[in-house]
């Protein structure tokens, strides 16, 4: 079928009344879209590739289960992230305990690196990769929604489920570590 096609049938599915086919089409649309960003996302947080694929996969798993539950267009985009993040969150805790280290076969993330490995920032990019994955799995979070996902302090508080200041907490002493780990004055 077609684009085409399957846009004709929406329009026949939605004037008959079918608000369930909007659902579906729109959380279809989406993953197809945003796949590779929500890896990206749970990635910053599990600091595993194999991991991330997990956290997404179990998270659209939950979005599929509770499509019905979604209220507006504009809100798809959060509703999957917090969906993403906190599944990945719940990996990570759940992959840092005793017999999850003892048994984890090592990191297997990889990252973008710069395009030239002769680069001046290699380095400094290397070192920010490995105190970065230093941070704990809620500061990794609040630091890939807020500075890399590009959400609000607010909006970031809401997808991860905490208080508004304790999402300010963890991003500020996220920070402050990174600062004092890779040797950057305050400005």
Not at 66 to 85: A, C
Not at 120 to 142: G, I, T
């Amino acid at each position: 079928m077609t684009s085409r096609e399957s846009t004709q049938a929406l329009d026949v599915d939605l004037a008959n009344g079918d608000a369930g086919v909007l659902a579906d089409v729109a959380l279809d649309a989406f993953v197809v879209e945003h796949y590779d960003r929500l890896i990206r996302l749970a990635r910053l947080i599990c600091s595993d590739g194999p991991d991330a694929a997990d956290a997404v996969q179990v998270a659209l798993e939950q979005a599929w289960r509770r499509r019905s539950s979604l209220r507006q267009d504009g809100s798809l985009r959060p509703w999957i992230d917090r969906i993403v993040v906190r599944e990945a969150i719940r990996i990570s805790h759940s992959r840092t305990s005793r017999l999850g280290r003892l048994f984890s076969t090592g990191s297997g993330v990889t990252w973008i690196e710069p395009a030239d490995p002769s680069s001046e920032w290699l380095p400094a990019w290397s070192a920010l990769r490995s105190e970065f994955a230093k941070l704990s799995a809620d500061q990794r979070a609040v630091v890939a929604l807020h500075l890399y996902a590009g959400y609000s302090v607010a909006e970031t508080a809401d997808l991860v489920g905490a208080p508004l200041e304790t999402v300010r907490s963890r991003l500020r002493l996220a920070k402050d570590r990174l600062r004092r780990q890779l040797g950057e004055r305050e400005s």
